[in-house]
């Protein structure tokens, strides 16, 4: 619709939620026509039945333009020989008393019998145009607690009508978002279906334990496959009630079934699923997978304080004949967590074990120890495996154990490249004045750990560091000189300035070029 000009032109439109049946939209154009005295309106309509309803509202206020679009933006329509494209609309123009008329009453007078679109979808199959679809999910994201309950209403009506599969599978997904107890007799005999995956989806997502308690209800029926996967989807929940049924299906004959309450249970990590996994006591190879519920269990309660129902799984892993070393280990790490005190000197023994899992274990449970648990470390690392010292110099590095500085300064010369660096790096933590010595040397070989070394240079504080530096830059070695005038530069430690100028006043040649040239490089503005 194009008009003439007009005078105090005004255009609205309005597009409502899809949850409502049908989705309500209208668009107006309003204003005083040329040598006209009041203002005129065109309204103007989409009919609900129409193809992808509803189509954007297109507008060009300079143009006096206003317009419905088929099809809407991003969307395609193909045309068919012999099936010929309806579009319906109505235009109403109103002016006076008529312009007070209810846009809402306006749009139930014309489309109030007619079929929604979503009804036209009940026979929806894979390929199918899918507009209505996307209106409803789009409007559905954006509903109010208070508006919800129609949607699902809406929804469960066109369940009702036997729907198609694919039309079974979508509404399930949107009772996730808009569902409640009220949408669970219609769910629940879904789980026998081929739509039973998207039925247990929903019925999980119920805000209330309806949802839950239709799943405990359908596994007694539910073949072996079916069952582990609904088992499975209640361990998500972590529901108290659903334990007795983990329980007894934790027994089962069926792999599958078992593997997945154990799972389940594990994943629950309430008080009745710890008192259930311990007092399951299977046979043979299943003790495994109990051992691994109950670590699960553990680990789940810990994150949630539950400390006390914690130890005592863990423990239970600790000391279960069958369990494996790396069983071991992560109920190890997870003790040392809880009770750091009582359980870190367990972790460096364990720091030199013959099994790497039991070491690399060890190493992340000592990750809770304290500064002085750590200190303890230091008469073992000597006779530790190369992994048990690489973990031990991090670990002294991140808590700053400045006690276990000479340990760490005798790696810097190891054979073993990665070892040599992971030192350097240690000692801008734990070093003092008496690492720069040696630092330098490795600093000097210019291999990756010499790089390492050379940034701790930098980074080192501590009392005698700058000293110590100044010792080297007025050493006879002119290459270690060189690099310490160029560190005392870069690291700017109080005093360095007129250190460095002292040498540009007193110094030899190379002194003095190399001061100049640290200077050059590293001094600020005030400083030059």
């Known amino acids: 619709v194009r008009l003439s000009s007009r005078q105090n032109q005004t255009i609205t439109r309005h597009v409502g939620s899809a949850a409502t049946a049908p989705q309500k939209t209208w668009a107006e154009l309003a204003g005083v026509p040329p040598e006209g005295k009041h203002p005129v309106g065109v309204f103007l309509l989409q009919n609900p039945a129409n193809p992808d309803y509803p189509g954007d509202w297109q507008e060009y206020a300079n143009l006096n333009w206003l317009q419905p679009t088929f099809p809407a933006k991003g969307a395609a329509h193909a045309l068919v020989p012999g099936k010929p494209l309806a579009l319906d609309f109505r235009v109403i123009v109103r002016s006076g008393a008529g312009l007070k008329a209810e846009p809402a009453a306006l749009f139930d007078a014309y489309a109030g019998d007619c079929p929604a679109p979503l009804a036209a979808l ?11 679809m996307a209106a409803f999910e789009s409007s559905v994201r954006t509903l109010t607690p208070a508006e919800r309950p129609a949607a699902e209403q809406r929804l469960l009506k066109l369940l009702a009508a036997q729907p198609s599969s694919e039309f079974k599978r979508w509404a399930c997904r949107q009772l996730q978002v808009v569902g409640s107890a009220a949408a669970v007799p219609t769910l ?20 209330d334990p309806s949802g839950p308690s239709a799943l405990l209800a359908a596994l007694p029926q539910a073949g072996a496959e079916r069952r582990a996967t609904l088992i499975h989807a209640l361990g998500l929940r972590r529901l108290a009630m659903a334990v007795p049924a983990l329980t007894a299906y934790a027994e089962s004959g069926a792999p599958s079934v078992r593997d997945a309450a154990l799972t389940a249970l594990g994943r629950a990590a309430t008080p009745e699923a710890a008192d259930a996994l311990l007092k399951l006591a299977p046979p043979g190879g299943e003790a495994g997978r109990v051992i691994d519920a109950r670590l699960l269990c553990a680990q789940k309660l810990a994150a949630v304080s539950q400390g006390a129902q914690a130890k005592t799984l863990f423990l239970s892993v600790r000391a279960h004949a069958t369990a ?13 967590a809880l009770a750091p005190a009582e359980f870190s000197d367990e972790a460096l023994s364990a720091l030199g074990d013959r099994e790497k899992p039991t070491r690399q274990s060890a190493a992340a449970a000592l990750r809770h120890a304290d500064r002085a648990t750590l200190e303890k470390a230091r008469p073992l690392f000597a006779s530790l495996p190369r992994d048990g010292k690489l973990a031990l110099l991090t670990l002294w590095s991140e808590r700053g154990v400045k006690a276990a500085e000479p340990e760490t300064l005798g790696c810097l010369d190891a054979a073993d490249g990665e070892l040599s660096k992971a030192a350097a790096h240690a000692l801008r933590r734990t070093g003092s004045a008496a690492a720069v010595r040696p630092l330098f040397g490795l600093a000097l070989a210019g291999s990756e750990a010499g790089r390492e070394a050379e940034a701790t240079l930098r980074q080192l504080t501590g009392d005698g560091v700058a000293e110590a530096l100044q010792a080297e830059a007025r050493g006879a070695d002119a290459k270690r000189a060189a690099r310490a005038v160029s560190l005392l530069a870069e690291r700017q430690d109080p005093g360095h300035l007129a250190f460095l100028l002292g040498f540009v006043k007193d110094g030899d040649e190379l002194q003095l070029a190399t001061a100049l040239d640290a200077l050059k490089r590293f001094a600020d503005a005030e400083a030059l």
């Not at 009940?122 to 209505?132: I, K, L």
């Not at 494996?324 to 040392?336: H, N």
């Open 324 to 336: 494996t070393s790396a069983q071991k280990a992560a109920a190890l790490i997870g003790l040392a």
């Open 188 to 207: 629940a005999p879904y789980l026998k279906e081929d739509v039973w995956q998207e039925a247990c989806d929903a019925l999980l997502a119920l805000p």
């Open 122 to 132: 009940t026979a929806y199959a894979g390929g199918d145009s899918r507009g209505a």
